[in-house]
């Protein structure tokens, strides 16, 4: 067996064309705007941290009028959820907090 073919030869031997046979043609396949795949819009992420939804009486006085504070935190530790949830009151200027609930969300 021949060693150097030529690129004739070669297309004769995988393809098994005669030189009698033409060569096909391959079209270029050219992508117009109307057939190109338009992908879906992809949504924008929402927040799948868990969260616990802390819920304190608060009072700025002792023995003062108690209003509910509110307060969503980004962690699964209810400790650190609550450590928050009273800073953020202390900056309201609340003084007095009482754990009401702790609950996921």
Do not use: C, W
């Not at 098994?16 to 057939?35: F, H, K, R, Y």
């Not at 009151?89 to 702790?102: H, M, P, R, T, V």
């Amino acid at each position: 067996m021949k060693e150097n073919l030529s690129e004739e030869e070669m297309r004769q031997a995988l393809f098994g064309l005669g030189s009698n046979e033409t060569i096909p043609m391959v079209q270029d396949s050219l992508i117009t705007a109307d057939s190109q795949h338009v992908s879906k819009p992809r949504k924008v992420a929402t927040s799948r941290s868990p969260k616990l939804r802390v819920t304190l009486r608060v009072r700025t006085e002792f023995e003062g009028k108690a209003d509910t504070f509110v307060y969503e935190a980004n962690t699964l530790s209810s400790l650190i959820a609550e450590q928050e949830a009273k800073a953020e009151a202390k900056k309201k200027k609340f003084k007095y907090f009482e754990l009401i609930s702790i609950k996921a969300i």
